[in-house]
């Protein structure tokens, strides 16, 4: 497509319930991006994929959260047992290369949990 | 303290006015330095990407980046309503030091009043 796609646009989940975040990056894009982003607050590093490997997840904030992105396209952010804490908005962006300029974001998943 | 640090505004001033934007950062390594502009229930668009220090122009946008003093800014000339974002800078270190990851300021809400 043109763009980064993410689905749902918003999602609204009780605590305790697990939730699935889906990207379809831009075609051919190689590198795959996700960051959360707190109400007023500017983007935080999630995990990285360069083609179907995870190469980094160091801002994965627990064991709850898990990305896959199993052929090396469309990727999915899934959160088990959501918390209050989880509610915020989920960018995923995607570059040909791995370089910081490249990036496109999509508009996000906005997921509240009550 | 965080990594960097950027007023969150909000920010407001009359159409045509000369807009400064500024973020601080504390890590010596980064040399990618970028701005972003994100409208309200969007993912951030880059705007401006520059490596190590210099300005760089590009339409009514000029953005400066002073590594001695670690201090990254952005310049708007003749200010449009159209404009009224938020504006998240955002930077990385180099190439085999994690430069895939990009890490942002909280972002500055800006008003241009018509």
């Known amino acids: 497509g043109a763009g980064v796609s993410q689905s749902p646009r918003y999602k609204v989940a009780k605590r305790g319930q697990d939730v699935a975040l889906r990207c379809d990056p831009i075609?051919?894009?190689?590198?795959l991006f996700w960051y959360q982003q707190a109400l007023g607050q500017g983007p935080e590093f999630l995990t990285y994929?360069?083609?179907?490997?995870?190469?980094?997840k160091s801002g994965l904030p627990s064991d709850r959260f898990f990305a896959e992105r199993p052929e090396g396209s469309v990727s999915t952010l899934k959160i088990q047992r959501t918390q209050q804490e989880d509610s915020a908005v989920y960018l995923c962006?995607?570059?040909f290369g791995g370089g910081a300029g490249g990036y496109t974001f999509g508009s996000g998943t906005r997921l509240t949990v009550v | 303290q965080k990594e960097v640090e950027q007023d969150p505004g909000p920010l407001s001033v009359p159409e045509g006015a000369i807009v400064s934007l500024n973020c601080t950062y504390s890590?010596?390594?980064?040399?990618?330095f970028m701005w972003y502009r994100q409208y309200s229930r969007k993912g951030p668009e880059l705007l401006m990407y520059?490596?190590?220090?210099g300005n760089k122009e590009d339409g009514r946008f000029t953005a400066q980046v002073d590594k001695s003093s670690k201090y990254i800014s952005l310049f708007i000339r003749d200010s449009q309503p159209s404009d009224s974002a938020t504006y998240l800078c955002?930077?990385?270190?180099?190439?085999?030091?994690?430069?895939?990851?990009?890490?942002f300021g909280q972002g500055t809400r800006l008003t241009i009043n018509p």
């Open positions: 962006a995607s570059s």
């Open positions: 994929f360069q083609n179907e490997a995870q190469l980094d």
């Open positions: 890590n010596s390594a980064f040399q990618y």
């Open positions: 955002a930077m990385s270190p180099p190439l085999g030091q994690g430069a895939q990851k990009l890490v």
């Open positions: 520059t490596y190590s220090s």
């Open positions: 075609s051919g894009h190689v590198s």
